[in-house]
Nanobody, 119 residues
Framework: QVQLVESGGGLVQTGGSLRLSCAAS????????MGWFRQAPGKEREFVATISWSSIRTEYADSVKGRFTISRDNAKNTVYQQMNSLKAEDAGVYYC????????????WGQGTQVNVST
């Protein structure tokens, strides 16, 4: 049974930083690309960042480029997202997701961690 458990969310002031973690179990982590998505109240869930199984390839939404960094540690079955210079519009529930390397659809999702940004 695949489990993705996010942590690291919380309340931060505008301009502050947070580091999200996602611990994976029940899968061969090094065979999966990993992604972060977010959903703000009243909005659709949106893509934030993705990292390939080998960490060679990363992609970011335009809205977070230069501020967020996705990384992974295959030895720890964990993916991270360092979020700097946080803005009010970054607030929402952040979800970790996994997809088999080379495929398109994310088939496994975590429960999410809440990020709040105060102005």
């Amino acid at each position: 049974q695949v489990q993705l458990v996010e942590s690291g969310g919380g309340l931060v002031q505008t301009g502050g930083s947070l580091r999200l973690s996602c611990a994976a179990s029940g899968l061969t982590f090094s065979m999966y690309d990993m992604g972060w998505f977010r959903q703000a109240p009243g909005k659709e869930r949106e893509f934030v960042a993705t990292i390939s199984w080998s960490s060679i390839r990363t992609e970011y939404a335009d809205s977070v480029k230069g501020r967020f960094t996705i990384s992974r540690d295959n030895a720890k079955n964990t993916v991270y997202q360092q979020m700097n210079s946080l803005k009010a519009e970054d607030a929402g529930v952040y979800y970790c997701a996994a997809r088999v390397e080379g495929t398109i659809k994310y088939g496994n999702w975590g429960q999410g961690t809440q990020v709040n940004v105060s102005t």
